[in-house]
């Protein structure tokens, strides 16, 4: 099938195992249940279900959810066409007819009368009722959703609906541990160890000021990035202002001091 | 004569005699000033010396400025060349015609101090001006008196200079004489007491200009600091540098907080900043990896020593975490002279040294030295960290047998090395201690201290201090005005509930109006490319356009999105004295006429649902700024709020900014994409102890930008005719001028309404 073929990951993802969570999703793919991923932001959340639909050997469809999004996003709509008007597939109801794992990442970012919409693809119909078209589509044996969200910004108005919540399996995500990172770091990059050691030095550094004019610590990703710099000939330094420092902060206080962390950091 | 009794050799005689003086006082020590002035002046300087001290005894100011100029007089010309000789004279004789001859005696005596300061003559030149221009303008004249009256601040100042100096930048000398000038020229009394740095805001002030990098400015980074890359916090409490010169103080912690000098300078290269940092980073090794220990037995050499050792292993484990701080400890550490060693053999305690240059060889491996003492003490100490962090006890062992071995007969001489032994970064290690049986050592008066102090109680809230802006000087007067807050009295609540139903009809049209603002939840928005849904309109207009061969307009869909409306409102009201008057044209009072419009502005808000506040000020001078709650956030527009606004009384003047930033300082917390301030007044910011009209409106205006800064916008209603004269200088164009006050319970709400639309 060539829409399935094309959503397949064709090449392994470096993914770092932390637990058990690899058994654990495969035990919930066996049994089709759906499955939140929660955690920090950059700290692997896309990259285990990516890994995971790899090594399913099942396609995989993302959707990057945003304030504006509506549930015809999601489903489907009308266009407009020569002969009058033409149904399109949205990407949830793509991933039904196909049998595609389909990841809705960052979900609490849509707004909560669009994720009402997956709520018949999550429990035992595992049915999507297409109204505007007058469809029901009985979801491939093979689909299954996930979605993630990261906790981090939950505040009154983004947060998920308890009965959204609890229709879903989940899995906590957090930042690794020094030594797993450094690893990550240098097996994602090919940086020395010791180069690692002391970015991850500097991003722990940084999730220390979490909740004292940081929303959010410097991410493994962000890590990963400064890391690329560093390999591909970029000053150290310079690589972690640039990666590290600058996009997470307009504050000059906090600033200074991670600017004062890499300095130390690097010596 | 007392002239004929003293003996001189020839060439000294000479020089009495040129100096032509008849002071007995003079006489006993001329011998002596004379001395020193000929092994520090030239021939030529030690003629003019001679000359210009004659001329000070005779401007006939009695023998004090002579004896001062012959003592000082020499040390400055060395500091600075001998061409200061006349002109220390010079000023002295200016002095003494200006009436202020009190101040030549303290001006000789500090001007040695000051030229240490100020070591060219154009610099100290550029001092004598300042004082010169400080002495002009505060020496006054009294209507009616034929005399000028003496500067009070000036000998003050001169004896305070050194030590101002020592802290201050002379652009900074200048911005403090200016303040105190500016501020107390017509109160001789506070005047001096300002100038002999006596009164709190000089010391605000001196605070405020001088030099180094300040732990108030700081404080917020320092905290991320020790928070970031220790993952600990505490308290930082500033201790002063600048008035302890005896025994400086050194950085600490204990259960209370870490303190830190309140300055630091930059030296050596390293910035202020750093230091903090430095100090910081020593300190939070030490709470991670320091043990207490037992310490009755020990000498006090036993305790410098694990004192040194202790730093030496926190320093080192903290440079294996963050190998950067090497270059920093490193610049900042002292490098000790090795060959001082050899001082013992002239009866020097030289043991600070020997430690000092362990800690120095520990933490510098470019360190050079050669005693073998030292070598071997350092190589154990590398040994025993080989093994892991190793314990504040293993460390103590090393150190007590490093004085074991190195122990003198001179280390009990009272001479002690001190040179170049100082580690600047590190605290005094207080927390390492444990006593175990109580010791009279003078650390102990501090728990004495706590017993003693006196249980204060607290009446009413204390008040909060804001800065004011002075718009002559372009800064802020620190924590000028006091703001003291309570709740507003009650009073009847049903005169307001009459007052609403006067106004029934209006409040009908309003509701109308008031239905608008509310949150409406979903609104369409056509005419997209991309939408959720198709707009069958427009899509119809399209396919007819694209079947008759036309381009079809692409934008046929259409979108929803939520509408939410978070504004909150403080509403602050000017309570002042002319309140009360009659309204023209009217028989109620304007009082009467603001509690209308403000009860219906209240219920408008009610309507809608923002969150909002009500506050009314008035102030009696700056010390008595009074702000009163009619409504807070949190309450509902209910009696008790109508209670309150009911018993509204006006009294005492406006002082606006002050009021403006503790209204403020609520606005701010509260969680609301736009916050706006309503502010009712019915004249310009005035109060009793402000002479110049344009003080308070500058500061007013100065509040506006502050409040603006911090995202509240800020909206004047001001019923007063002639506002037009300032009111746009506070405001800019934020505000309107109800000029008929009758109108004042109509406009306010639509006023309201129209600027949250």
């Known amino acids: ?183 990550i770091l240098s097996k994602e990059t090919g940086m020395e160890q010791e180069v690692c050691g002391k970015l991850v030095k500097i991003g722990q550094a940084a999730r220390n000021l979490k909740g004292h004019g940081l929303d959010e610590g410097i991410s493994t990703r962000l890590l990963v990035y400064a890391a690329t710099l560093i390999r591909n000939g970029v000053d150290p330094k310079d690589a972690c202002r640039m990666s590290l420092v600058r996009p997470i902060t307009d504050d000059a206080d906090i600033r200074d001091t991670l600017d004062h962390a890499i300095d130390v950091a690097f010596g | 004569m007392a002239t004929e009794t003293i003996e001189r050799s020839e060439e000294l005689a000479a020089y009495w005699q040129k100096l032509g003086c008849n002071f007995a006082l003079v006489d006993e020590v001329f011998d002596e000033c004379m001395k020193e002035a000929i092994a520090r002046l030239s021939s030529t300087g030690l003629e003019s010396y001679i000359e210009n001290a004659r001329f000070i005894g005779k401007m006939g100011r009695g023998a004090e400025p002579l004896l001062v100029y012959l003592e000082e007089a020499p040390a400055v010309a060395r500091l600075i060349g001998e061409e200061v000789l006349v002109d220390l004279r010079e000023f002295a004789y200016y002095m003494s015609t200006h009436t202020n001859f009190k101040a030549i005696v303290p001006f000789l005596q500090t001007c040695a101090a000051v030229a240490k300061r100020l070591p060219t003559r154009k610099l100290f030149m550029k001092y004598v001006e300042l004082i010169r221009d400080m002495m002009d303008r505060t020496s006054t004249s009294v209507h009616g008196h034929h005399t000028t009256f003496a500067s009070p601040g000036l000998p003050p100042l001169l004896k305070q200079a050194p030590r101002l100096l020592a802290v201050l930048s002379l652009d900074g000398l200048r911005n403090w004489i200016e303040y105190g000038i500016k501020y107390y020229n017509t109160h001789p009394g506070r005047q001096e007491e300002f100038f002999s740095l006596e009164s709190a805001d000089a010391l605000a002030v001196l605070q405020r200009e001088r030099h180094g990098t300040l732990l108030v400015d700081n404080e917020r980074k320092l905290d991320t600091y020790i928070r970031a890359l220790w993952n600990d916090s505490d308290y930082l409490v500033p201790y002063s540098l600048a008035f302890d010169e005896l025994r400086k103080p050194m950085p600490y912690f204990d259960d209370d907080g870490i303190r830190l000098p309140d300055v630091y300078d930059d030296i050596d290269g390293v910035q202020g900043i750093d230091r903090y940092r430095a100090a910081l980073a020593h300190m939070a090794a030490h709470r991670r990896w320091s043990q207490k220990m037992i310490v009755d037995n020990w000498s006090p050499f036993q305790r410098a020593s694990v004192e040194v050792f202790e730093d030496s292993r926190v320093d080192y484990l903290a440079c294996q975490r963050y190998p950067g701080l090497r270059k920093l400890f490193l610049a900042l550490h002292p490098i ?205 207009r399209s396919l007819i356009d694209f079947k008759s061969g036309s381009s079809p307009d692409p934008r046929i869909n259409m979108s929803h999105r939520t509408d939410g409306r978070s504004i909150a409102v403080t509403l602050l009201l000017d309570l002042s004295q002319s309140l009360s008057e009659k309204a023209s044209g009217s028989d109620q009072t304007i009082m009467e006429l603001s509690q209308e419009a403000v009860s219906l502005l209240a219920w408008s808000i009610q309507q809608v649902g923002d969150p909002f506040a009500i506050g009314g000020f008035h102030s009696n001078t700056r010390h008595d700024v009074r702000y009163y709650h009619i409504k807070g956030f949190g309450e509902q527009w209910g009696d008790e709020v109508k209670s309150r606004l009911a018993e509204m009384q006006a009294g005492y003047s406006t002082r606006m900014g002050g009021a403006m930033r503790h209204a403020a300082h609520y606005l701010k917390a509260q969680q609301a994409d736009k916050k706006l301030m309503l502010i009712l007044t019915d004249g310009e910011p005035a109060d009793i102890d402000v002479h110049d009209p344009q003080l308070l409106i500058q500061d007013a205006r100065q509040a506006v930008n502050e409040l603006d800064r911090d995202g509240i916008y800020t909206y004047c209603i001001n019923l007063d005719p002639k506002a037009d004269e300032y009111v746009a200088d506070i405001f800019g164009k934020q505000y309107t001028i109800v000029d008929n006050v009758m109108q004042l319970p109509v406009k306010l709400p639509e006023l309201f309404i129209a600027l949250t639309k």
């Open chain 1, 1 to 183: 099938m060539d829409s399935k073929e094309q959503y397949k990951i064709h090449k392994e993802p470096f993914y770092q195992p932390q637990a058990n969570e690899v058994a654990l999703y495969e035990a919930a793919y066996i049994a089709r249940l759906p499955v939140m991923v929660k955690g920090p932001t950059g700290c692997g959340k896309s990259r285990f279900i990516e890994y995971m639909a790899w090594k399913l050997d099942k396609p995989l469809i993302t959707v990057a959810c945003n304030e504006d999004m509506t549930a015809s996003d999601l489903v489907g709509r009308y266009l407009l066409d020569a002969n009058g008007t033409r149904w399109l597939d949205g990407p949830l109801t793509t991933a039904a007819r196909i049998g595609a794992i389909c990841y809705l990442d960052e979900v609490v970012e849509a707004r909560q009368d669009t994720t009402v919409v997956i709520h018949p693809l999550t429990d035992h119909r595992r049915t999507l009722p297409l109204d505007k078209k007058g469809e029901l589509i009985e979801a491939h044996p093979d689909f299954q959703l996930v979605i993630s969200y990261n906790p981090g910004y939950q505040s009154l108005m983004k947060d998920l609906k308890q009965s959204t919540k609890q229709r879903f399996t989940g899995f906590e995500f957090d930042y690794p541990d020094t030594d797993m990172e450094v690893e």
């Open chain 2, 336 to 540: 000790p002279k090795e060959e001082d060693l050899q001082l013992e053999e002239q009866g020097i305690s030289v043991f600070k040294l020997r430690l000092v240059m362990v800690s120095r060889a520990i933490l510098d491996p470019d360190y050079k030295y050669e005693n073998v003492h030292v070598r071997e003490f350092v190589q154990r100490f590398f040994e025993l960290m080989e093994s892991g962090e190793a314990t504040s006890a293993e460390m103590s062992s090393v150190a007590l047998s490093f004085i074991a071995r190195t122990r003198g007969q001179r280390d009990l001489s009272p001479k002690i090395y001190f040179e170049n032994t100082e580690v600047d970064y590190r605290d005094d290690n207080r927390h390492l201690w444990i006593y175990i049986e109580e010791s009279d050592e003078d650390e102990m008066f501090e728990h004495l201290e706590k017993r003693q102090k006196p249980d204060e109680e607290l009446h009413g809230l204390p008040p909060r201090h804001y800065d004011e802006w002075d718009y002559n000087a372009q800064s802020y007067r620190p924590d000028w005005v006091s703001v003291y807050e309570a709740l507003h009295p009650r009073g009847n609540a049903g005169r307001i509930d009459s007052l609403l139903a006067k106004h029934n009809h209006l409040a009908k049209r309003l509701k109308a109006m008031l239905e608008m603002l509310k949150p409406q939840d979903k609104v369409r928005i056509r005419y997209q490319e991309e939408g959720s849904e198709l707009d069958l309109d427009v899509a119809i």
